[in-house]
């Protein structure tokens, strides 16, 4: 059973170190996505990506996140330096292009920023 | 730009009663409408979705959802609750920008024995 795999599951860092999150994408799909998920906010669309192309990080804060797909097996989403109202679980999903195609989640990152 | 919101960010029902969960979705565009569910420390899976083939959209674990456009509705429904379905479930839309979605708040379903 295909899935998105994303490393760490949990990462506990002190403020101001930089993060890196991995994620493999399933094999085929073409459109990537970053979310973060925190009590305050809900769900939040960080970094959209097609065909490895960046379609929209208007959500990402510019200054310390970046997202990167360096190829189709890996997605890759940075934060340097660390704040601790960073600290949120962060999600990969990936699927096919198309308005009806769903979303496949991984099982998240839990990034606690001391 | 799109939007849904989830009435409710909390439901509680006893084991065997209905399960209703409310969306409603704000969209210039025809709306593709999704329901996913997350249990604790996983990810969110997909229930079901609808795309405009029918009104009623059946999906896994017994629950199925009525898509009412008069009513900007996508309400989700299950006859009988069960205590493995205390989760939380989110609304989501896409149709504006490719299969991106935009989630709703969430709401937190709790099954009483």
């Known amino acids: 059973d295909a899935r998105v795999t994303q490393t760490p599951r949990h990462k506990v860092t002190e403020m101001g170190q930089e993060v890196t999150m991995r994620c493999q994408p399933i094999?085929?799909?073409?459109?990537v996505f970053w979310y973060r998920q925190t009590m305050m906010q809900g769900l939040e669309l960080l970094a959209y990506f097609r065909n490895r192309a960046p379609l929209d990080d208007s959500g990402m804060p510019k200054d310390r996140f970046s997202a990167e797909m360096p190829d189709a097996t890996l997605a890759t989403l940075k934060i340097q330096p660390s704040e601790p109202r960073d600290s949120a679980v962060y999600f990969c999903?990936?699927?096919?292009?198309?308005?009806?195609?769903?979303?496949?989640f991984g099982n998240g990152t839990r990034l606690t920023v001391t | 730009a799109q939007s849904v919101t989830q009435l409710g960010s909390h439901v509680s029902v006893s084991e065997g009663a209905l399960v209703l969960l409310r969306c409603n979705y704000s969209?210039?565009?025809?709306?593709?409408l999704f329901w996913y569910v997350q249990y604790p420390n996983q990810g969110l899976q997909l229930l079901l979705k609808y795309t405009s083939a029918a009104t009623l959209v059946k999906g896994i674990n017994g629950f199925e959802a009525e898509f009412k456009k008069s009513e900007t509705s996508f309400h989700l429904t299950k006859p009988s609750a069960h205590m493995r379905d205390a989760a939380e479930y989110f609304c989501?839309?896409?149709?504006?920008?490719?299969?991106?979605?935009?989630f709703g708040g969430g709401t937190r379903l709790m099954v009483k024995p």
């Open positions: 094999l085929g799909h073409n459109t």
């Open positions: 989501a839309v896409s149709g504006n920008a490719g299969n991106m979605l935009t």
């Open positions: 969209s210039s565009v025809p709306p593709y």
């Open positions: 999903a990936s699927g096919f292009e198309g308005l009806d195609s769903p979303l496949h």
